[in-house]
Every structure is written in C-alpha cells, then in structure tokens.
C-alpha cells in the first residue's frame, strides 16, 4: 500500500506539472533547542590552542550547528495568475528522539511535530494543500533540548519543535524576496555527489 501510494504520488506529480519558482534561505534556530551530547568527545577535535578561543566563555554553544535551511517551492497558481508557495523542505540537525523509548504510539518526533506548527504558522498565507516538510541535518551528537537525555517527553518535543517551526517560518519569509525575484535558475543548482569508502579507516 505504501509503495502505491508513493507510485500514485509520483504519477500526480509528473501529470501535473506547472512552473515554479524557489529560493534557499537560512535562519538561526534558538539555542536552547539542541546541545552537544558528547561535548569531551567534541573537545578533542581542536588542540588546546585552537579549542580556547572557540569556547573562551565557557559556553558550549559552538559545539553545535544551530542554522536551519529552508528550499521553498511557489508554483503558477494559473497560467498569467502569478505564484502560490506550494511547500518548503527545512533541515536542522537534530536527533528525533525526544518523545523518549517509552511510548508506544507511532509518532514523527521532533520533525513531524516541526512540519505541523509550521504549516500552523504559515495559516492564511499558504493553502490547505501546503506541504512542509522537516527533516535533520548532519546530527551527529546534535540532542535535543539544553540538557542532553533530561526529561525527554511531549514537553521537550513541543519545546524544541517550537523553536525550530520558528526559524522555520523566518527563512520562508526571507526567501520571498528571492522568489519575487524569479528564485534560483534550475539550471543554476549546483550538485555534488560522493561516495566515500571507511574500510580500514583507523579508529585510535
């Protein structure tokens, strides 16, 4: 059932192609909403010398990536009739997993909870048939909240999906003018693609 759902999807979308115009933006996430988990690990990327100045206040908030990018998609709503958002993807590094083991129900975590405030946010500025997405980035040893591993549950999740939904709507808003502007050239979209071998890679 899932995979013709994702067939049927992709049917639709290729039957319904239209033009479209898209921007990248970036916004700063609150840094109360993610912390290093393995911060002794961490320190031991820099020798002492470099590792002073990165955290001369004591503080551990560059141990972790706190930018947030936003790909937002606007389409021709009609032919002549201008352009509509349609959806936008965000990634923020962040483990998905502040609900806790404990529950049984299926749930989407920090990013499910991500894209529906997000959406709610956005209310009166997209349509119902909006879709915004909300996935990690380069996690890591990115956990949720300012305490690793505490009181992780509905509260922490609302807490830190809050702030990312927040960032979220930031960088919509300033893609707008990108968007206005015609957005990015699809022939201007540069792509990289690696594939990296760690057999043998030495672990001491």
Do not use: C
């Not at 389409?75 to 997993?97: C, D, I, L, Q, R």
């Not at 509260?155 to 960032?167: C, M, N, R």
Request: hydrophobic fraction near 40%; charged fraction near 25%.
């Amino acid at each position: 059932a899932i995979v013709d759902a994702i067939v049927a999807g992709a049917r639709d979308a290729f039957a319904n192609l239209k033009p479209a115009r898209m921007a990248v933006a970036q916004e700063q996430v609150d840094p109360r909403a993610t912390s290093n988990r393995s911060i002794e690990a961490w320190r031991h990327n820099f020798d002492e010398g470099a590792f002073k100045p990165l955290e001369a206040d004591g503080r551990t908030e560059k141990a972790i990536d706190h930018t947030l990018t936003v790909l937002r998609v606007d389409t021709e709503a009609s032919p002549g009739a201008g352009f509509k958002p349609a959806g936008m993807w965000t990634a923020f590094a962040v483990h998905g997993n502040s609900v806790g083991y404990h529950t049984s129900l299926l749930h989407g975590d920090i990013h499910g909870l991500t894209a529906r405030l997000t959406k709610a946010k956005l209310r009166g500025r997209v349509g119902e048939d909006f879709v915004a997405a909300s996935t990690t980035g380069a996690e890591g040893d990115v956990a949720a909240g300012e305490e690793p591993g505490k009181n992780p549950g509905p509260e922490l999740t609302y807490k830190v999906s809050s702030f990312v939904a927040e960032a979220a709507v930031r960088a919509f808003e300033a893609a707008q003018a990108r968007i206005d502007a015609g957005g990015i050239a699809l022939n201007g979209i540069p792509v990289a693609y690696e594939e990296v071998s760690l057999r043998g890679a030495p672990t001491s």
